[in-house]
């Protein structure tokens, strides 16, 4: 089970870079994001509060950060039962950033959570859509 959004921004990919790590500031141009508590740093831990899944927080943990390139966070059960990762994605494309925003759910638990997980189509469509917004005001 897979989700992704993308867009090009017209902003370098230091500025988009620098507003994806601002989780703290995240409500203010991602319309489902409730919060986000912890700083971004690789092997970090996050919990983020989304308006998917009003009062649940997921864990998560920063396991991948390249400066200007790409954050992946990942979160789920013990074992591997289930899992998933998300990763932010930025590539360098004239004077601006292609973003891509994907996330994959697996384990052998899936099939059974599946069900339960919401649809985050729009939910990613509105994340890139107001990453780009910010980042275009700020560039």
Avoid: Q
Wanted: with cysteine.
């Amino acid at each position: 089970m897979e989700f992704s959004a993308k867009t090009k921004i017209d902003a370098a990919p230091d500025t988009v870079w620098r507003i994806v790590t601002a989780t703290e500031k995240w409500p203010e141009w991602d319309p489902y994001c409730d919060r986000i508590e912890g700083s971004v740093g690789l092997g970090n831990k996050l919990k983020a509060y989304s308006k998917l899944s009003p009062g649940r927080a997921f864990g998560l943990k920063v396991t991948e950060l390249v400066e200007n390139e790409r954050m992946t966070w990942s979160g789920g059960m013990p074992f591997g039962l289930f899992k998933g990762v998300r990763t932010f994605s930025l590539e360098p494309k004239g004077d601006g950033t292609e973003f891509v925003l994907h996330e994959a759910f697996s384990g052998p638990m899936l099939g059974m959570i599946k069900g339960s997980i919401p649809d985050m189509t729009e939910a990613f469509e509105a994340f890139v859509n107001g990453l780009k917004e910010r980042a275009e005001a700020e560039s």
